[in-house]
Each structure stands twice: as structure tokens, then as C-alpha cells.
């Protein structure tokens, strides 16, 4: 795995398999799962999509949601900047129109070490998540980045 970018792997691994309109339950991975009324866990303490989703919380060791999406943001522009498509990824922090990858393009800025800890974590395979990923990365990123900048961590814990 990359090791110095945790942060953007959960990141990537939380978007591919919930998905931005699921941000509310992604915020509770990071913040522990609440549970209902009289101490019974709360649906994504189930197996299913809670159960990956504690595979991807265990990458953080207890970070905070506004740390892990303020890092991984970060991480990740970084990640496509290094790798020749930064103008795909200030586009979608910026304002204006998301570029978008190609599948091709998203697996080389994202890097085999990531996707295949992904795969493992996920249990999705690498087709699958890149397919995911190119569809939801641009506008995830757009919509947490209202300000057409990355957010600090405390902007970021305000945007789950």
C-alpha cells in the first residue's frame, strides 16, 4: 500500500464503495458507529456494506472525519498532480466544469499499490472500483470543495 497516504486510500475505498450521497454513514465509520436506542448497533455495524466499511476505518487508527477527508483530499490532488493529471483534479476543486478520466488515466494518478489495497479492502475488483471511481471521484471532490479550494480539517468535519 502506499504508506504515507492512508488518508486517500480510505478516502478513494469509502467513495467507491458507499459513494458521496452516503456521507452521513461514512461520517460515523470515522466517528464511531452510533448505535440505535437501547444499546442494539446501528445498521452498519451489520455485515454487508458496514463490514467494509470497517475495513477502510481500520486503515485510519482513529482519525478524525475532517482530518481523513481534509488529508485525503489533499493526498489525493497531490497523487494526480505527481502523476500528469493535475488539470483534472484542480478542475474539480475549482469552480467550473469536472474533467473527467478515462479508467486508464484514473489507475495510473491513483497507482497500482493503492488499488490493489483497495481491492483487498473492498473486496471489489480493480475493474469494478475504477469503473466507481471515474464516476463519482470528479463530483465528490467538487462537492467538498465548495470553495473552489481544499478544505482545513475543521471545514472539512462542517462538510459530513
Known amino acids: 500500500m ?3 497516504m492512508p488518508s486517500m486510500v480510505a478516502l478513494l475505498g469509502l467513495l467507491a464503495v458507499a459513494g458521496y450521497q452516503h456521507r ?3 461520517a460515523e ?9 437501547g444499546g442494539k448497533p446501528g445498521p452498519y455495524d451489520q455485515q454487508g456494506q458496514g463490514g467494509v466499511l470497517d475495513k477502510l476505518g481500520g486503515l485510519l487508527g482513529g482519525a478524525s472525519a475532517g482530518s481523513v477527508l481534509s488529508g485525503g483530499l489533499r493526498d489525493l490532488v497531490d497523487r494526480f498532480r505527481q502523476n500528469g493529471h493535475g488539470q483534472a483534479a484542480d478542475s474539480w476543486v475549482n469552480t ?3 474533467q473527467q478520466l478515462r479508467t486508464d488515466q484514473l489507475e495510473q494518478a491513483i497507482g497500482p499499490d493503492a488499488l490493489n489495497t483497495l481491492s483487498e479492502r473492498t473486496g471489489l475488483s480493480r475493474e469494478e472500483l475504477l469503473s466507481r471511481l471515474t464516476r463519482e471521484l470528479p463530483a465528490a471532490v467538487d462537492k ?5 479550494r481544499l478544505p482545513t480539517e475543521d471545514e472539512a468535519a462542517r462538510l459530513i
Open 2 to 4: 502506499s504508506q504515507g
Open 24 to 26: 452521513d454513514k461514512i
Open 29 to 37: 465509520v470515522f466517528e464511531g458507529r452510533k448505535q440505535e436506542p
Open 96 to 98: 467550473g466544469p469536472n
Open 144 to 148: 467538498l470543495t465548495p470553495g473552489g
